[in-house]
């Protein structure tokens, strides 16, 4: 499987589960406290199988910028949980970083 793909489902899964997370209410919801265990479960073995390319610190740069963001988006919209300016600045200087990772380092091996 690519890396990159595999980041991408670690990335996916980890929001689902953080997202579940709240949904758990302190896990004592049954559903939403199984789909956190399951989003954990697979974002760590997706993770596992991009780290066969990927450094770890650049990996999980990228896992846990993505994740704040779209954790944050979606916190946004399930749960109205409001960004002021300063968290929007925050996370656009994380996309930033993101970015920066991937087109400039030579630690990918571009």
């Given at each position: 499987?690519?890396?990159?793909?595999?980041?991408?489902?670690?990335?996916?899964?980890?929001?689902?589960?953080t997202?579940?997370?709240?949904?758990?209410?302190?896990?004592?919801?049954?559903?939403?406290?199984?789909?956190?265990?399951?989003?954990?479960?697979?974002?760590?073995?997706?993770?596992?199988?991009?780290?066969?390319?990927?450094?770890?610190?650049?990996?999980?740069?990228?896992?846990?910028?993505?994740?704040?963001?779209?954790?944050?988006i979606?916190?946004?919209?399930?749960?109205?949980?409001?960004?002021?300016?300063?968290?929007?600045?925050?996370?656009?200087?994380?996309?930033?970083?993101?970015?920066?990772?991937?087109?400039?380092?030579?630690?990918?091996?571009?």
């Amino acid at each position: 499987m690519n890396h990159w793909i595999a980041l991408a489902i670690a990335i996916v899964a980890e929001v689902i589960g953080t997202t579940a997370l709240k949904a758990s209410n302190e896990f004592t919801r049954l559903y939403p406290s199984l789909i956190v265990v399951v989003g954990y479960g697979t974002a760590f073995y997706f993770m596992s199988i991009s780290l066969r390319i990927l450094p770890v610190g650049i990996m999980y740069a990228i896992w846990s910028g993505m994740g704040i963001v779209l954790i944050s988006i979606l916190g946004w919209l399930a749960y109205r949980q409001a960004l002021d300016v300063p968290a929007m600045i925050g996370m656009a200087f994380i996309i930033a970083g993101v970015i920066i990772i991937n087109m400039f380092s030579k630690t990918l091996g571009h």
